[in-house]
């Protein structure tokens, strides 16, 4: 009867990588990831879930970065793949192509790297997976 809207973003934070802290190795995360140190890795969402990634502005991530919902304010070297929405804050700096459906972008943010729109397929393939899976 109800059922939780898998394409929502997370609100919270689940998981915190700490300003101290500096991480060798991929990242497969569910809900909310915030990243105030450094990884060098990739960076993904598990299957079917709607995961949010934040990246504060003294964070970094070596590697390529998959997820549905993110907001960037810290340095990533490697792609970045958005199939929902990105937001990138004043201090973000993208070495790497950057893929995303919507995108939010404030003044002072830097990509070096091409732009690559999703568009509408990428949202009809989200809706016929809701509708299959309901």
Avoid: W
């Avoid at 993208?94 to 995108?103: M, S």
């Amino acid at each position: 009867m109800f059922s939780r809207n898998k394409n929502k973003p997370q609100s919270r934070i689940d998981t915190l990588i700490g300003v101290e802290s500096s991480i060798e190795g991929n990242i497969t995360f569910n809900g909310g990831l915030r990243v105030d140190g450094k990884v060098k890795g990739d960076v993904t969402e598990a299957d079917a879930s709607a995961c949010t990634l934040v990246l504060s502005e003294h964070g970094s991530v070596e590697g390529s970065i998959t997820v549905s919902h993110a907001v960037l304010n810290g340095k990533v070297s490697g792609p970045v793949h958005a199939s929902h929405y990105l937001e990138l804050q004043s201090k973000s700096r993208i070495v790497g192509d950057v893929h995303y459906q919507t995108l939010e972008m404030h003044t002072g943010a830097v990509i070096e790297g091409k732009l690559v729109y999703l568009g509408d397929a990428n949202a009809s393939k989200v809706e016929n997976n809701k509708t299959l899976d309901d």
